[in-house]
């Protein structure tokens, strides 16, 4: 089945910082190191894809779960909360 | 800010803000930080709040017009196979009247604000926009005050309550307590589903005021450790399904793709129909249960609610916990600011009141319950199917003697399950929850 996230992130309200929150520390160790890329289907926005070889961060879309922080093997993402009153704001909980 | 508090409190969810009533209404100076622009901006979770827990703050939560969503006065379980399942229910006139608001269901962009609001009415500061980015630590090593985000950001209190939930990269950053690792945490996502008021009244068969939980077992987790949920709200439903996050990185299920494949399920689909999706959201669950809780003290500081991994699974009972252990964080600093000492020692009260507690020692009872779930993965994969095989054929009428449907059920049974294998199901089974 294939889902589009897209409308359900279309859904809630963001705030967005000019600046990203998560930042892949090093490109190449995933490519040679992580064969099976977790990021690419463990969180719950698809906030990394895979473009041509090198993985994208849509950090705009971003639930803040926190699960790419520990569900990478590697620890190669700088994970930070946004920065105060920006990211996503909750509607109804 | 150049003030001096005596507490400052990080995360104003319910432990953070059980925590701030208590101790604004003895008078102690308490400040409150809060990454989200407001109160629950950042939280979500399946929407069942406890009554009673929320009396000990706010003992007139009722006439303060707390945002209730729906009165819960049935609980349903189900257990699911892929073409139907099982379903039990309780229903009691108790929950209607003696024991009102005993659950309700609530959203938590609404209960979050209003309870925020509470605290700030007994005396607590509150400030949002603002995320604690550090711990500031004395000569010694002890916590005295929290570095924010905010220009000129440092604040100073006596003590520190990490009330940050259960999702905290401050802990990774300063290592008040260790990071999770994946099999330690549930990764759920959640959708609000908009339906006329009638409809739910009719589809749940209540009136208005009353609602229903439905707790889902079963293979719509793909085989994988994990729990879904229907709860009713006023006028939506809340429907949400999570497992373990070990279990989604090696199974490679993409947890959207799983939600929308359990709102399609013969059993869920028709409660749906007709609803207008509102807002799509995910979160962890504390899932390591007891043997998972990190130190709860240290010099200078305490951890309450999530942040401290307290969550009962099997009751689905997190917000309690955590109101509770804030209040009992409450009670400790006190004891501490009264006698000076605001060591990991001094501070110790608080583990003792939650061990002598019903927070600790439910935590104890299911102490292998998060272990069972881990490792009897059948409850997932083989038994919801061999379940409904077993329904399925007892209830069909087909002339076929009972005896015989009984004989395939069980060689079915007997192909998936060894007898060594299913004793020691329900042995551990017993033991998880006993
Ligand atoms: C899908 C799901 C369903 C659930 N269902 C139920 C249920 O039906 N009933 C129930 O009782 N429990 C349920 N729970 C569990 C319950 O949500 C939690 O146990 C409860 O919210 C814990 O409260 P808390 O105050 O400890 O943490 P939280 O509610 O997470 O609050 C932490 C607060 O701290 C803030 N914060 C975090 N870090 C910082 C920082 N560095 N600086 C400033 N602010 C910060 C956050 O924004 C947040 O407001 C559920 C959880 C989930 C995920
Ligand atoms: S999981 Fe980590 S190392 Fe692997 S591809 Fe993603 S970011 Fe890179
Ligand atoms: S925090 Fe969660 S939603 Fe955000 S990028 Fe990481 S996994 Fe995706």
Not at chain 1, 72 to 82: A, G, K, L, S
Not at chain 2, 39 to 52: D, E, Q, R, S, T
Not at chain 2, 172 to 178: A, I, L, M, V, W
């Amino acid at each position: 089945m294939s889902v589009k996230v897209e409308d359900k992130l279309f859904l809630n309200r963001y705030r967005v910082d000019e600046e990203s929150h998560l930042r892949i520390i090093d490109y190449t160790l995933c490519l040679k190191e992580c064969p099976d890329q977790p990021c690419l289907y463990i969180c719950p926005a698809n906030v990394y894809k895979l473009d041509r070889d090198r993985i994208s961060v849509s950090y705009e879309g971003c639930l803040e779960c926190g699960s790419c922080r520990i569900g990478c093997p590697h620890f190669n993402i700088e994970w930070r909360f946004p920065q105060g009153g920006y990211g996503i704001r909750h509607k109804f909980g | 800010m150049d003030e001096r508090f005596d507490v400052a409190i990080v995360g104003a969810g319910p432990a953070g803000i059980s925590a701030a009533c208590m101790l604004a209404d003895n008078g102690v100076k308490t400040i409150v930080f809060e990454r989200g622009e407001y109160p629950g901006a950042k939280n979500i979770f399946g929407g069942v709040l406890y009554g009673h827990d929320l009396a000990q703050t706010v003992p007139d939560y009722v006439d303060k017009g707390f945002p209730i969503e729906r009165n819960i006065v049935e609980s349903r379980l189900w257990y699911l196979s892929q073409s139907g399942g099982y379903s039990v229910a309780y229903r009691d006139q108790a929950f209607f009247q003696a024991r009102k608001f005993n659950a309700f269901t609530t959203g938590r962009a609404r209960f979050d604000r209003w309870y925020a609001e509470q605290a700030k009415a007994k005396g607590a500061v509150l400030v949002c926009s603002t995320v604690v980015t550090d711990l500031l630590r004395g000569e010694g090593g002890q916590v005295i005050g929290v570095r924010t985000d905010r220009p000129e950001g440092d604040v100073f209190a006596k003590v520190v309550l990490l009330a940050d939930g259960i999702n905290s990269p401050l802990a990774r950053k300063t290592g008040f307590r260790p990071e999770p690792k994946p099999e330690d945490v549930a990764l759920a996502v959640k959708e609000v589903i908009a339906l006329p008021e009638e409809v739910i009244d009719e589809r749940f068969g209540v009136e208005s005021d009353a609602g229903v939980t439905i707790e889902i077992l079963g293979d719509v987790t793909w085989g994988m450790n994990g729990v879904a949920f229907i709860y009713t709200n006023k006028r939506s439903l809340s429907l949400g399904i999570g497992a373990n996050l070990l279990d989604f990185s090696q199974q490679k299920v993409k947890p959207y793709e799983m939600l929308e494949a359990f709102k399609q399920h013969p059993m869920v689909a028709p409660l749906i129909k007709g609803g207008k999706p509102q807002e799509y959201t995910a979160h962890w669950l504390a899932e390591g249960g007891y043997d998972a809780i990190p130190r709860l003290a240290g010099d200078g500081f305490l951890l309450a609610g999530d942040s401290a991994m307290l969550f009962n699974a099997l009751h689905r009972e997190g917000t309690n916990l955590a109101m509770a252990s804030g209040r009992m964080a409450a009670e400790a600093i006190m004891e501490a600011l009264g006698s000076g000492d605001l060591s990991r020692n001094g501070l110790a009260g608080y583990v003792r009141r939650l061990q002598s507690s019903y927070v600790l020692k439910d935590m104890a009872k299911y102490r292998r319950f998060p272990h069972f779930l881990q490792d009897h993965k059948e409850l997932f994969t083989t038994l919801p199917g061999l379940a409904s095989l077993a329904a399925r054929e007892m209830l069909t009428v087909n002339g076929i003697p009972k005896k015989a449907k009984q004989r395939t059920i069980w060689e079915a049974f007997r192909r998936k399950m060894s007898i060594r294998q299913s004793l020691r199901f329900v042995w551990d089974a017993w033991r998880s929850v006993r």
